[in-house]
């Protein structure tokens, strides 16, 4: 809800690092692949996931389109 709500704010970011969840742990709780088809109409990729803690959520790191290294 909250990138929903800050979408002009997602314009002049280049990273983003957010809580992911593969289990709803709490009331409508976006489910990773919702986060990931939100930031990839805004122009993100998730370059790395990790759940060190227990396999239901981890923590992802997106990085925008336009910075990630071109493959030839």
């Known amino acids: ?3 929903n709500g800050s979408r002009q704010l997602l314009k002049g970011i ?5 809580e992911i969840n593969f289990e709803e742990l ?3 709780c976006p489910m ?4 990931d088809q939100f930031l990839e109409r805004h122009q993100f990729r998730r ?3 990790i759940t060190p803690f227990h396999r239901s959520w ?3 790191i997106y990085l925008r ?3 990630l290294p071109s493959i030839n």
């Open 1 to 3: 809800m909250a990138l």
């Open 14 to 18: 280049d990273v983003i690092c957010t």
């Open 26 to 28: 709490y009331a409508s």
């Open 32 to 35: 990773l692949a919702d986060l």
């Open 47 to 49: 370059i790395k996931m």
């Open 58 to 60: 981890g923590d992802a």
């Open 65 to 67: 389109d336009s910075n």
